[in-house]
C-alpha cells in the first residue's frame, strides 16, 4: 500500500514476506517513480514471485482518499502501539453516517417498491384532452332495449354498402333509403328528405357528411358522387368521371372526399376545384367495401371484397391515371402497408382516437374476426374470433372499450369489449335482435345508431349518467319508441 502524507516528505511501505516491514523515504517528486520500481522488486523477490492479487497497488485519485484513516490502518488499528477499539468504531461510524448524508443513500429503501404514480390519461383525439383526474365511471350498459327505435323501410340489405352517418356539426342522422336520403335530426326531432337518384337501376349506394356538418355526399350506383347543401336542400355539384361503377364508400378529409368503387379503385376529390380528382390509389383488386381517414388526415385505410386491408399515405397518391390499376402484379403500386391476414370481406374500419396509428378492422361471414394494427410498423397487435359477420366499428371515446356490431345469423346486434384485452363486456339485444348492417356514433360520443332491418336503434352504450340530470334520465327511460313515420309517408 502506498501512502503519500505529505507533498515534500514521501513514504512508501512495503511488505515483505519475512513479515518485516521496509519504509522508504522519497524527498524528490522525480524519484517518486524509481522508487516505487525499487518497492516492487523487493516485494516479488521476498514473496517469491506471489500472484499480482496479492501485491500491493498504486492509486493515483489521492483527492478521493482519506490519508488519516489509511495511516491508522497501516499502523494494524493501533494508536500509541495500543489497541483502540472505541476510536476504531467511532471513526467508521462517522464515516459510515457521512457516507450516507452525502450520497442520500437509505439502505431501508434499496430495492423497496414505491408508490404508484397517479395516472393521466390523455386523450389524441380531435375535441379536447380528458382531465388529470379522469377516472373510471360507473354506468348503466342498456341490455335488450335501445333508448329509441325508428322505422326505416326498404333499407337496402346490401353488406358492401355504406348508407348511415351522423353528423358531428349539426347532429343530424342522414340514412340512404333506395332514392332518397333522410335527415333526422337529433336535437329538433324533425325529419327531412331528399330524393338524389333517379332513373331505372340507381339508387344510393354510399353517403357521408361533410367536416363542416353543413354538406352531404352522395355515392350512386351510376357511378356519381353528389354534393348536396342540406340547409338549402340544394344540389350544389356533381363529381363524374371517378369510376366506372358503383360508390361504396366515401371519406372525407378537409375538403377533399375520397371514393371508393366497385371498379377496384380509390379516387382523391377536392370539391373546390373544377377538374376535382387529384390523385388516386391502385392495389384492390375487387371492389372496396370501406374507407377510413386517420384523426391526423395523413394515412388512408381502405377494405375489400378481395379480402385485403391497404393503408396509404396522402403524399404517395398517384396524379395521372394508370391504365393497369387493376392488376395485382404490378410494383408500383404506392401503398405503405398491405395486410392480408382477413380471409373475408374488409368493411369494418376504426382508428383508434386515444393512440396514433392503431386501427381496428373486422372481416365478413368466413372471416368473423376484429383485427388490431399497429400501422407505424406494419404489425398485427391482436386477433380475436367474434364468431359473427364484423359489419362495423366503433371506439369508445370516453372509456378504452370498443363496439362492434354483426350482422349473421348467429350472432346479431353489438357487442361491447374492453380494449385491450378484448373481453366482452356486454351484448346488447336479444335472441331477436335484428341484423345491423350500419352504425354510426353521435357528436357527443354517447350514443350509438344501429341500422338493420328496416330500423334504426339509438343505444346510449357509451354515455355517462354522472353528467346527466335526474330528470333528462327520466325523460329518457319514459320516452316511447318513436317510429321514423316521415320514411312511411315519403316511399310507401
Known amino acids: 500500500m502506498c501512502v503519500f502524507s505529505s507533498p515534500q516528505l514521501q513514504r512508501i511501505r512495503s511488505g515483505g514476506g519475512d513479515g518485516?516491514?521496509?519504509?522508504?523515504?522519497?524527498?524528490?517528486?522525480?524519484?517518486?517513480?524509481?522508487?516505487?520500481?525499487?518497492?516492487?522488486?523487493?516485494?516479488?523477490?521476498?514473496?517469491?514471485?506471489?500472484?499480482?492479487?496479492?501485491?500491493?497497488?498504486?492509486?493515483?485519485?489521492?483527492?478521493?482518499?482519506?490519508?488519516?484513516?489509511?495511516?491508522?490502518?497501516?499502523?494494524?488499528?493501533?494508536?500509541?502501539g495500543k489497541q483502540n477499539n472505541g476510536i476504531f468504531s467511532l471513526s467508521r461510524d462517522a464515516y459510515q453516517k457521512k457516507l450516507i448524508e452525502t450520497f442520500n443513500m437509505s439502505r431501508g429503501r434499496i430495492l423497496a417498491f414505491k408508490r404508484r404514480s397517479p395516472i393521466r390519461v390523455i386523450d389524441t383525439f380531435p375535441g379536447g384532452t380528458l382531465s388529470p383526474e379522469f377516472k373510471i365511471r360507473r354506468r348503466e350498459i342498456p341490455g335488450q332495449n335501445p333508448a329509441r327505435v325508428l322505422d326505416a323501410p326498404e333499407l337496402l340489405e346490401n353488406y358492401h354498402t355504406n348508407l348511415l352517418d351522423w353528423s358531428e356539426r349539426s347532429n343530424v342522422v342522414a340514412i340512404g333509403l333506395t332514392t332518397t336520403a333522410y335527415l333526422w335530426n337529433a336535437s329538433t326531432l324533425a325529419i327531412s328528405d331528399m330524393v338524389c337518384a333517379s332513373g331505372e337501376d340507381n339508387y344510393i349506394t354510399s353517403l357521408s357528411w361533410a367536416p363542416d356538418g353543413r354538406n352531404l355526399a352522395v355515392g350512386l350506383y351510376n357511378s356519381e358522387v353528389q354534393i348536396w347543401d342540406v340547409e338549402a336542400k340544394k344540389l350544389l355539384r356533381t363529381l363524374r368521371g371517378c369510376h366506372r361503377a358503383g360508390v361504396g364508400s366515401l371519406s372525407w378529409n378537409h375538403d377533399m372526399i375520397t371514393t371508393g368503387g366497385m371498379d377496384c379503385k380509390v379516387v382523391n376529390n377536392d370539391v373546390r376545384m373544377r377538374q376535382h380528382i387529384i390523385g388516386y390509389y391502385n392495389g384492390h383488386r375487387k371492389q372496396i367495401c370501406g374507407l377510413k381517414w386517420s384523426g391526423s388526415g395523413r394515412f388512408l385505410a381502405s377494405g375489400g371484397y378481395d379480402n385485403l386491408l391497404h393503408i396509404w399515405d396522402k403524399r404517395s397518391m398517384r396524379r395521372r391515371p394508370h391504365s393497369s390499376y387493376h392488376h395485382p402484379s404490378s410494383s408500383s403500386y404506392p401503398w405503405i402497408h398491405r395486410f392480408t391476414d382477413h380471409s373475408s370481406t374488409v368493411r369494418a374500419l376504426a382508428w383508434s382516437p386515444y393512440q396514433s396509428g392503431l386501427l381496428a378492422s373486422g372481416g365478413g361471414s368466413t372471416d368473423r374476426a376484429i383485427k388490431f394494427w399497429d400501422t407505424t410498423t406494419g404489425s398485427m397487435l391482436k386477433s380475436v374470433d367474434t364468431g359473427s359477420q364484423v359489419s362495423a366499428l366503433q371506439w369508445n371515446r370516453h372509456e378504452l372499450e370498443l363496439l362492434s356490431s354483426h350482422g349473421s345469423d348467429n350472432c346479431k346486434g353489438l357487442l361491447l369489449w374492453k380494449y385491450p384485452s378484448m373481453q366482452k363486456i356486454a351484448e346488447l339485444g336479444d335472441d331477436n335482435a335484428s341484423r345491423v348492417l350500419h352504425m354510426a356514433q353521435s357528436p357527443d360520443g354517447r350514443t350509438v345508431v344501429a341500422a338493420g332491418d328496416e330500423n334504426l336503434q339509438f343505444w346510449d352504450v357509451f354515455g355517462s349518467p354522472e353528467e346527466d340530470s335526474q330528470e333528462e334520465r327520466q325523460s329518457r327511460k319514459a320516452s316511447p319508441k318513436v317510429p321514423f313515420s316521415g320514411f312511411n309517408i315519403t316511399i310507401r
Open 20 to 80: 518485516r516491514t521496509r519504509v522508504l523515504y522519497v524527498t524528490s517528486s522525480a524519484l517518486r517513480h524509481s522508487a516505487l520500481r525499487c518497492c516492487l522488486t523487493i516485494m516479488k523477490s521476498s514473496s517469491g514471485m506471489r500472484s499480482s492479487e496479492d501485491l500491493d497497488r498504486f492509486i493515483p485519485n489521492r483527492s478521493s482518499m482519506d490519508f488519516d484513516y489509511a495511516r491508522y490502518l497501516l499502523n494494524g488499528g493501533k494508536v500509541g
